[in-house]
């Protein structure tokens, strides 16, 4: 048993966590002639979390439990404007943004099982209120999402007496891509009671790894005299199937609008708006086996 209990203290210890972002933004105006006017900005965000996917002072995870968070956004905007005349002027803009999220589980400990998918360990549980090691069962999301957009509005502005009348127009282009199957790399779960055999989470896992790392013949559940090998996890679960999805999405949405000031207290406003969408999904594939 010290030995199963000095393998769990192997795995526990002070993680350094940190959350770093950085913001820059830059814009570009250009009076290109007497009625037209340019203008250019570019908008980026980084935010980095090793092992930061958690945040609470303390958690009952192992030191290679703890899942890092990337977050990666631009936004590129470019935008014409001509003022035809003092009540009616033009707006074009087209943007170009981009948005990357993701967690990353960390390599497991030397003294942990690589065994799973990608060299990684399998999550073990020890429950119900226990300790928890090995590759979270949530950190499968590498791209969570990676979201591509490009967008074009056409804006118009006309005044005209105490109305001022705008009609507008926009279309975007989506493409999203993600990757979020999680638990690939399995879990097995140590939270039963007292009853059947078994001697609660800790004592069932503590059976287990002692069998397992001296090769008995056979296991502890129900019972140390079983003639067959029987494990004492509750249970395991594991996620198969396609890991990554791609697909595409057009919306397109208008407007008018007529803002009327029928006095000098009484403003109205009355508009019309209509959007829609359009979303593409790949075929789902299936494999006999």
Not at 41 to 60: F, I, K, L
Not at 105 to 126: N, R
Not at 213 to 220: E, L, M
Not at 263 to 289: E, H, I, V
Request: a negative charge.
């Amino acid at each position: 048993m010290n030995a199963a209990l000095n393998y769990l203290e192997s795995l526990t210890g002070a993680v350094a966590r940190r959350q770093d972002q950085t913001i820059n933004f830059g814009k570009v105006d250009w009076q290109a002639a007497q009625r037209h006017r340019v203008s250019v900005q570019y908008d980026r965000a980084r935010s980095t979390s090793p092992s930061g996917v958690r945040t609470a002072p303390v958690v009952d995870l192992g030191t290679a439990s703890m899942g890092s968070s990337y977050v990666s956004v631009d936004s590129l905007l470019g935008r014409w404007m001509w003022q035809a005349s003092p009540k009616l002027s033009h707006e074009l803009r087209i943007q170009y943004g981009r948005d990357l999220q993701s967690e990353q589980a960390p390599p497991p400990l030397p003294q942990e099982p690589a065994i799973s998918v990608g060299g990684f360990a399998p999550e073990i549980a020890i429950g119900p209120d226990g300790f928890t090691f090995g590759t979270s069962n949530s950190l499968g999301r590498t791209a969570y999402p990676d979201e591509n957009k490009v967008q074009l509005a056409d804006l118009l502005t006309w005044i005209h007496g105490r109305h001022q009348l705008q009609s507008g127009v926009d279309f975007s282009l989506v493409h999203d891509h993600i990757v979020g199957l999680s638990n690939i790399q399995g879990a097995f779960h140590y939270d039963s009671g007292t009853t059947a055999g078994h001697a609660g989470g800790l004592v069932d896992w503590i059976t287990d790894y002692t069998f397992n790392v001296n090769a008995y013949p056979n296991g502890g559940c129900p019972s140390i005299t079983a003639a067959v090998h029987d494990f004492c996890f509750r249970s395991f679960t594991q996620s198969f199937g396609q890991q990554a999805v791609a697909f595409n999405t057009q919306e397109w949405a208008g407007f008018v609008q007529d803002d009327w000031r029928s006095s000098q207290d009484l403003p109205l406003t009355l508009a019309c708006a209509m959007s829609m969408n359009s979303r593409r999904y790949p075929a789902p594939k299936f494999r006999a086996g």
